[in-house]
């Protein structure tokens, strides 16, 4: 039976935890801040009484006429407070897959010395080293390719016809430099399935 495990990248998913706890406790500070701040408000008023719960138990009839907008007052602020703390933390998110786009596009638009870069303090930065090797082993098999073609015409247009052996070579050059990528898994050829070769692999 396929095991699930969920702790996939445990350095990345306790930093998010510990982000979200972190939110969670700083929100909770701000509403027991806000209670205590509205406990004094009332008890300072003599027509609410003197103690929390004497207070509280009198306000029911005063909710809709003196207290609302405080009411909605520290909701606002309460609402702000969340916004910003969300925006901080996100950008830590929103940061790197904006970068990562931006490279992408470079790359599509063939700018092949684009590097994917993201600061230490950013998520994903193991992503942009994976993400740079790939890139650099494309640009080398496309380099390879590149002076493979060019040596062929040359031949060919030095001789009239490129003898057998430098045509054979020339592709053994390029056949190498194409070895580093599985072409037949991508092309849905006969190259076994990853679950296939490791059935007893964890399921993430």
Do not use: W
């Not at 406790?25 to 009484?49: K, P, R, W």
């Not at 054979?168 to 070769?197: I, R, S, V, W």
């Amino acid at each position: 039976m396929v095991r699930k495990h969920y702790f996939i990248k445990k350095g990345l998913q306790t930093r998010f935890i510990g982000t979200v706890l972190l939110i969670v406790a700083l929100v909770m500070v701000v509403i027991f801040c806000n209670l205590y701040f509205f406990g004094m408000f009332l008890t300072q008023d003599s027509e609410y009484g003197a103690s929390y719960i004497e207070a509280f138990n009198n306000l029911k009839t005063d909710l809709g006429t003196k207290l609302l907008g405080r009411l909605v007052l520290l909701g606002v602020v309460n609402v702000i407070i969340v916004i910003l703390i969300s925006l901080f933390f996100s950008h830590q998110i929103a940061g790197p897959v904006y970068k990562l786009e931006k490279t992408l596009n470079q790359v599509i638009d063939g700018d092949v010395n684009a590097k994917f870069f993201f600061r230490q303090s950013d998520r994903f930065d193991e992503v942009a080293e994976l993400l740079n090797d790939m890139k650099d082993k494309f640009t080398d098999a496309l380099k390879v390719a590149k002076e493979v073609n060019g040596k062929s015409i040359k031949a060919i247009d030095e001789k009239g016809a490129a003898s057998l052996a430098e045509v054979k070579e020339l592709n053994m050059q390029l056949a190498n430099a194409l070895n580093e990528f599985n072409f037949e898994a991508a092309a849905g050829g006969n190259a076994p399935a990853a679950d296939e070769k490791k059935p007893e692999e964890t399921k993430a």
